[in-house]
């Protein structure tokens, strides 16, 4: 009997699992496949394993996530997930791909992403809205004020700003593991957001997220927004995705 098994893996890093839900959309018709940790999902496109895991908020936890889907057996990586854009023209549910990654101190060395890999994405509108080729910035925190974002834009030129990016880009170099960072927009450079965002992001304990939502009503209307934003982005990078895999291995 030929054994069916595949024997490539793609991996994706997610910092949220929110982030995840228009990939667990566009592949719930591929086989799943089993996996060993509950913030992994594995599924089986043409040949290859895909293989996603949550790795959580920050550069230390993306780089640990990275290390393990390497570790797993993946041949390629994508960083996917939410960020904020800086380009004035990008809107909300906009995908960017990025060209390379960059940290905001000029002293460390910029990152390429693969280009085999970004010209298997479509190209911007077949799928419904845009898709940037930018560079991507990530910073140690989250970016909240419009003026600040203004202000990275202008000194950058990035169309788009995570947390996560630049290290998975660096375990990649140092492993010799092609990777693309792919993100979709989940608040633009107009937007002001609430400062507590960021604790409600890193809050793994719902009660708690309950209970500062219930102190702060003030916050309900952004947070509705922002809900309606990420749900739109989080598809809008599930199509790209899938799109992207399909053209590669379907």
């Known amino acids: ?116 890999l970004m010209a298997s994405m479509p190209p911007s509108g077949s799928l419904g809205f845009g898709i940037w080729r930018s560079d991507m910035v990530t910073y140690d925190r989250m970016i909240l004020a419009a003026y600040e974002k203004s202000s990275i834009f202008r000194d950058t030129g990035a169309a788009a700003l995570d947390m996560e990016a630049y290290a998975a880009a660096e375990v990649c170099l140092v492993r010799r593991v092609p990777f693309v960072v792919i993100k979709g927009i989940s608040d633009t450079i107009e937007h002001d957001l609430p400062e507590e965002v960021q604790s409600l992001a890193e809050e793994p304990r719902w009660v708690q997220r309950f209970n500062l939502i219930c102190r702060r009503p003030g916050l309900w209307p952004h947070l509705l927004r922002l809900r309606k934003h990420t749900m739109q982005a989080a598809d809008n990078l599930g199509e790209a995705l899938g799109t992207m895999l399909l053209r590669l291995f379907g």
Do not use: Y
């Open 1 to 116: 009997m030929t054994d069916s098994r595949p024997n490539k893996t793609f991996g994706i890093v997610f910092a949220l699992d929110a982030e995840m839900r228009g990939l667990h959309t566009v592949l719930s018709h591929s086989h799943k496949l089993h996996t060993a940790a509950p913030n992994q999902a594995a599924w089986r496109v043409g040949g290859v394993r895909v293989l996603a895991e949550v790795g959580g908020i920050g550069r230390r936890l993306c780089s640990a996530a990275t290390h393990r889907l390497i570790d797993e057996g993946a041949s390629w990586i994508a960083c996917a997930g939410f960020a904020a854009a800086l380009d004035g023209k990008a809107r909300v549910c906009d995908v960017v791909l990025a060209d390379k990654v960059r940290l905001p101190n000029h002293i460390s060395p910029n990152i390429e992403c693969n280009k085999a």
